[in-house]
């Protein structure tokens, strides 16, 4: 898994993430580094696919968890928005997965036809014009480059503030950090 790096130190992680909410996230989750933490405000902003598979190991309080299909945020504008404008959030992490089920959405199309008529009632047709409506605004293609591209879009949307782009593995339940190209453009941003 070339495109991921294993965090299982601090040493791990790179020096831009360490001393940043990013860097806690990492050891709470990936380091048993005691959760037993008071924080009286929100320091992280997570947005992670509604997947079941998935938990976080983190304080309470420590974190903002915007829940969608993918870690899909595009239809979260407002919630992160929000979060950073009111909820004074100044970090970042998108969490991929693997096994997503937004992934290769179109393949599903049959069964979330056939499922709604089952256990929804729907009517097929119904059911067909609600997937093609939706479908390809939730397909992620490969979550890995979904995701990277889902850290730049946040990044150049709010310049101020850091975005990380992780990955959980629902193998292991360990979190990875995606290994991003260097870019100039996005680096000068940021500082
Ligand atoms: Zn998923």
């Avoid at 898994?1 to 040493?11: E, K, R, W």
């Avoid at 239809?75 to 998108?94: L, M, T």
């Avoid at 850290?151 to 290994?179: G, H, S, T």
Wanted: hydrophobic share 40%; proline share 3%; net charge positive.
């Amino acid at each position: 898994m070339t495109n991921l790096i294993a965090i299982n130190s601090v040493d791990d992680i790179p020096k831009k993430y360490l001393n940043t909410p990013v860097a806690d996230l990492l050891q709470y989750h990936n380091m048993s580094k005691p959760i037993d933490v008071a924080y009286d405000k929100a320091e992280l902003l997570v947005g992670m696919c509604m997947d079941n598979r998935k938990r976080l190991i983190i304080p309470n309080n420590f974190a903002f968890i915007i829940r969608a299909g993918g870690a899909n945020l595009r239809y979260s504008a407002f919630k992160v928005s929000y979060a950073i404008a009111v909820g004074k959030i100044r970090h970042i992490a998108v969490i991929a997965h693997n096994n997503c089920g937004m992934v290769n959405v179109s393949a599903r199309k049959e069964d979330f036809v056939n499922g709604l008529v089952e256990f929804a009632g729907w009517q097929k047709q119904k059911a067909y014009e609600h997937f093609d409506e939706f479908a390809h605004k939730f397909e992620i293609g490969n979550e890995i480059s979904f995701i990277k591209n889902e850290a730049n879009r946040l990044r150049l949307r709010y310049p101020k503030v850091m975005v990380a782009p992780l990955y959980y593995n629902v193998d292991d339940n360990k979190l990875y950090l995606v290994r991003e190209e260097k870019n100039k453009f996005l680096e000068e941003l940021s500082e």
